[in-house]
């Protein structure tokens, strides 16, 4: 797993509207990437309803929020209209094959699957904080929302 203070670089992903979401883009502000295992499954939902019913507070924190995993766009799209996803961009991190996971240090090799983890991204583009999380349990938003501070 990467270290505080680990310069990300740009990445490129698409999102669930299949429009390319860049690091470079949101230079300035702070990005978390908050990776969840799986779409369709009980705690990701949550998590990712957490970042859309704070999305005000992230904005006023200078910061934007994006779901992270290894679902493919076609499977985000169905999945965010299904839970009630309308501003939150939820990341495919597809193909390659959990490529920015696997760059983090977060991607599951026996899964499959990038772990449930939580990455702050600063203004400069170096991680800030990183914290995974057991795979059955939802991340607390108001530690995330504190480091962003």
Known sequence: MVEIGYNIGDFELKDHTDQLFRGRDFQGKKILLSFHPLAWTPVCRDQMLSLEKNLDRFQSLNSVAVGVSIDSVFSKKAWA???????????????PHGG????????RYKDGFSERANVIINE???????????????PDIEEILANLT
């Open 124 to 138: 400069m583009g170096q991680v800030k904080f990183i914290k995974v999380y057991p795979i059955p349990e939802l």
């Open 81 to 95: 209209e299904a839970i009630g996803i309308k501003k939150t961009r939820l990341l495919s991190d597809f193909w």
């Open 100 to 107: 920015l996971a696997l760059r983090l240090g977060l991607f």
